[in-house]
T-cell receptor, first 115, second 111 residues
């Protein structure tokens, strides 16, 4: 089975801190994604990557950056955490299989609280 | 911009009843759609994926249909069980390998 692992289940940080959220997948997937999920707003795409060192902005990239130095690892970085970044963060990965896409596999999520 | 709507937002049924969850979208230029299940405080699990050229997919008690002309997809869960209680989300993929998610339907199956 595909496994997408997020390093922390719960995280509490202070305003202004630099925060790293790590995600690792074990199935050699090309695509990796970072979403945030908020009540009433659903899932929103922050960034995605379709190859090592490649990244694309999603719908809400402001305040975030990403790093993909190795194929299996995709990191989300909050340069200076703010309270409005309190959210559930979900990492996902998928194969590239033609234009029609492939199933998305999600990690268990990181609930981040910024105080 | 693609918009995805799921109605109802919440649903409560007695055990054994069939579930019908609806998903509508505004842009017919989709590549595929996926249905996901999410348990409270957890990540999402992919249930079914329907390619744009397909009309439906089935897996066990689950059946998902896709009607691009009307902009609708439906997830059927036959003979519901308490273990089916969860939030169900639909998502459409368009150009650029990005998915757009609906807000979800929260399902409670009462024993």
């Amino acid at each position: 089975d595909v496994k997408v692992t997020q390093s922390s289940r719960y995280l509490v940080k202070r305003t202004g801190e630099k925060v790293f959220l790590e995600c690792v997948q074990d199935m050699d997937h090309e695509n990796m994604f970072w979403y945030r999920q908020d009540p009433g707003l659903g899932l929103r795409l922050i960034y995605f990557s379709y190859d090592v060192k490649m990244k694309e902005k999603g719908d809400i990239p402001e305040g975030y950056s990403v790093s993909r130095e190795k194929k299996e690892r995709f990191s989300l970085i909050l340069e200076s955490a703010s309270t409005n970044q309190t959210s559930m963060y979900l990492c996902a990965s998928s194969y590239v299989q033609g234009i029609s896409g492939e199933k998305l596999f999600f990690g268990s999520g990181t609930q981040l609280s910024v105080l | 911009k693609q918009e995805v709507t799921q109605i109802p937002a919440a649903l409560s049924v007695p055990e054994g009843e069939n579930l019908v969850l609806n998903c509508s979208f505004t842009d017919s230029a989709i590549y595929n759609l996926q249905w996901f299940r999410q348990d409270p405080g957890k990540g999402l699990t992919s249930l079914l994926l329907i390619q744009s050229s397909q009309r439906e997919q089935t897996s066990g008690r689950l059946n998902a249909s896709l009607d691009k002309s009307s902009g609708r997809s439906t997830l059927y869960i036959a003979a519901s069980q308490p273990g089916d209680s969860a939030t169900y989300l639909c998502a459409f993929q368009t150009a650029g390998n990005k998915l757009t998610f609906g807000g979800g339907t929260r399902v409670l199956v009462k024993p």
